[in-house]
C-alpha cells in the first residue's frame, strides 16, 4: 500500500506564486511533495535543510534541485545556522536569478533555537516579501508544538498556513487552507468549507 503522502500524490489545486506556505507537521511528508509537485510544474527548486543533503536528496529524489545545509561544518552549499543574514543572500540570489522559483525551508525551528524569535520572524518577513515580489513560491514546514501560541500566531498571520488535517478543528486556523488526502490526491482546501 503506498502512503497518501508519495511523490505520486498530485495537487488538487496548485499552490499559487507569489505565496509562502507555512504547512503544519510533524514530519515534512507533505511539504516535499507540495515542492516536488512544484518541480514538475516547471520550478526550479532550492531546499534549506538541517538534515545531511546527500540523504534528503536520495530519500526525496531531489538531484535536480539545489541544496543548502545548515551547519557550522564550513563548505559549499552549507550554511552557518547563526548567519541569517548570508542565507537570506543565498535565498535572495537564487529567487531573483530565475523566472520560476521554489525553496523549501526545512529547518525553521533549527534557525529559531539558535536565533531569537523576533529575529527570525524579521527574517520570515523580508524573505516573504522578496517570494511575493519575484511570483516565486516557498514552503515552510513547522511542527506547531515546537513554537508558542504567540509564536505560531504571528507567523500565520504573515503566512498562509496550511494544516495537515491531523489535528482537531480547534487547533486549525480557520479561513485559512489547509491539506486534505483524497485517493491519493492533495488538495489545498479552505479550512471554512470542510
Do not use: C
Amino acid at each position: 500500500m503506498t502512503s497518501p503522502f508519495s511523490h505520486e500524490a498530485s495537487l488538487g489545486e496548485e499552490p499559487r506564486p507569489g505565496n509562502v506556505y507555512l504547512v503544519e507537521e510533524r514530519r515534512p511528508r507533505v511539504s516535499y511533495d507540495l515542492f516536488d509537485k512544484a518541480l514538475g510544474s516547471g520550478f526550479e527548486g532550492l531546499v534549506v535543510t538541517r538534515d545531511f543533503p546527500k540523504k534528503v536528496a536520495a530519500e526525496r529524489g531531489l538531484a535536480s534541485s539545489r541544496m543548502l545545509w545548515l551547519t557550522n561544518l564550513v563548505g559549499e552549499g552549507r550554511v552557518n545556522p547563526t548567519a541569517i543574514g548570508i542565507l537570506m543572500n543565498h535565498l535572495r540570489t537564487f529567487i531573483e536569478g530565475r523566472p520560476k522559483s521554489v525553496i523549501m525551508l526545512d529547518g525553521l525551528e533549527y534557525l529559531v533555537s539558535l536565533n531569537t524569535y523576533d529575529r527570525m520572524l524579521q527574517f520570515m518577513h523580508q524573505l516573504r516579501d522578496i517570494v511575493i515580489t519575484n511570483n516565486a513560491l516557498l514552503f515552510v514546514p513547522v511542527d506547531p508544538k515546537t513554537l508558542t501560541e504567540r509564536e505560531l500566531a504571528l507567523l500565520e498571520r504573515n503566512l498562509e498556513p496550511v494544516v495537515t488535517g491531523t489535528g482537531s478543528e480547534e487547533e486549525q486556523p480557520h479561513g485559512e487552507e489547509m491539506i486534505e488526502v483524497d485517493n491519493g490526491e492533495i488538495k489545498l482546501l479552505p479550512v471554512r468549507n470542510r
